[in-house]
């Protein structure tokens, strides 16, 4: 079996790898949230969080906090399989070692 | 780099964001010692001021109810409840410190969402606790004030240790046991509070100290 065909390629990017963490922990994170987390740019985390949401892993919420919006973000069914597809695959990868 | 080291590396970023993103991580052992010795010198200034006063066993009566002469008035103005909040605010400042410097090294947000979950939840039984406190002032009940103080503070940490390192969870439930306990010694809460609110800190924080802060750092 080829273990590199199981590691996602939407996972590749350390940053879209964290962001599916922290959602597959929490229900709900908003933008600010995810921002203070990675500890990244605006504009950087929106692309990436493009990628995810056309990926279908994961889904976002308009809303509004008084006027200001909220919009946040949670996993998706496919999302969460993909990332615990993903998961094994590196503990196998990860197994080859000994 | 070989793909083993990059996959290993990933699942690192995984559990590190994972627990980022869940728990406020920064809480410091040192701010559980700071907050304990603040506790212990104010059970200290607080038990020369029952000396002062005709010592303990005057003290037990009025607790008790034998003698019966305060009102809400007389409690809030009392040297010992002036003590008390003294040492809850120098606690709470000491103990803010040593977590603010923490989560600066860590470069964790001391203001983040974590931080606000972890405050909320523990604010929520201990608010709760604070107004029924009160309302036993106000009964005169002096004697159940000290052990539902340390019932109430135990339940706020074990609520809280969902969201920051879960060993505060014990620390909760040692500081409900020694409130319920203290049911049953009414008119000996000094001695309870010195230990819940002194040793107990001071030992969870020299635990957590050791086990998370020493050598990572």
Redesign the interface.
Known sequence: MNL?ENLNKI?DS?IR??IM??L???TQ?NFN?LK??L?ITDGNLASHLKTLEESTFIKVHKGFIGRKSNTTYSITRPGEKAFKTH?TA??K??G??K | MNEQQQSLQDIQQIKQMMERSSRFISLSGLSGIAAGICALAGAWFANNVIMENGGPSVYRAVVNRTIETETVQDFVGHRLFQIAIITFFAALLSSFLFTYLRSKKNKIPMWGYTSKRLLINVAVPMIAGGIYLFRQIQFGNYGLIAPGCLIFYGLGLVNASKYTLGEIRYLGYCQVLLGIINCWYVGYGIYFWATGFGLLHIIYGMVMWLRYEKNND
Do not use: H, P, Y
């Open positions: 590199i996972f350390r790898l964290g963490s922290a597959v922990v929490n994170l949230e203070e987390l500890n998961l590196l503990e990868m990860i080859t070692m």
